[in-house]
């Protein structure tokens, strides 16, 4: 079933996830059926409360950028291709960020048409689970850090226009309340 991706001004977006804590058949279905909405928005990484769940689990498959943009990475200590990482689902990670703060021109599957500057550091040390529940450890840059960070965002409630400059923002606001007026609508007809 092709799952509809949660639009900005649904509250859900606004929510921290809980934490996963059932590894089972369930999990793996859900992430699936994830990476296929994520497929066919044209995505790089799509969070649980863009599926309309509060939970920490996000999914994400660089494969379509790899060759445009450098970055590096390690999955506890080495490095595998990244055909074999790919697509990696990630739960309840501990994300700690460093590095130089870079801008980014970011855009999200929530907020169809809206792009920014977000500026984030470069790069991210990540605990995470896997779908079996096993921890792994991963150090990464450049684009594979900036998915990371966007995403995990999403689990704690937080938008990427909450970390735009507010001149950035003033430009994106008409199509922003365009958004906020759907979302109103549509949330009027499911009542
Ligand atoms: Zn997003």
Do not use: W
């Amino acid at each position: 079933m092709l799952l509809r991706i949660t639009q900005f001004g649904e509250p859900i977006l606004k929510q921290k996830g809980e934490p996963v804590t059932v590894f089972d058949d369930g999990l793996k279905k859900l992430a699936a059926d994830m990476l296929e909405a994520m497929y066919e928005a044209d995505g790089i990484g799509l969070a649980a409360q863009q599926i309309d769940k509060a939970i920490q689990l996000f999914v994400m498959d660089l494969q379509v950028r790899e060759r445009e943009v450098d970055f590096q990475y390690t999955l506890d200590g080495r490095t595998p291709p990244l055909d074999l990482i790919m697509p990696l689902a990630m739960v309840n990670p501990e994300v700690e960020a460093f590095g130089e703060e870079q801008p980014y021109d970011e855009g999200c599957l929530s907020f169809p048409g809206v792009r920014g500057n977000v500026i984030r550091p470069s790069q991210v040390r990540v605990r995470y689970q896997d779908l079996d529940g096993q921890s792994h450890t991963l150090e990464c840059d450049g684009i594979f850090a900036r998915v990371i960070l966007h995403e995990n965002d999403h689990l704690q409630g937080v938008l990427f226009i909450e970390r735009m400059h507010p001149d950035t923002l003033r430009g994106q606001e008409s199509k922003l309340k365009k958004l906020k007026r759907a979302s109103r609508d549509f949330l009027k007809r499911r009542r």
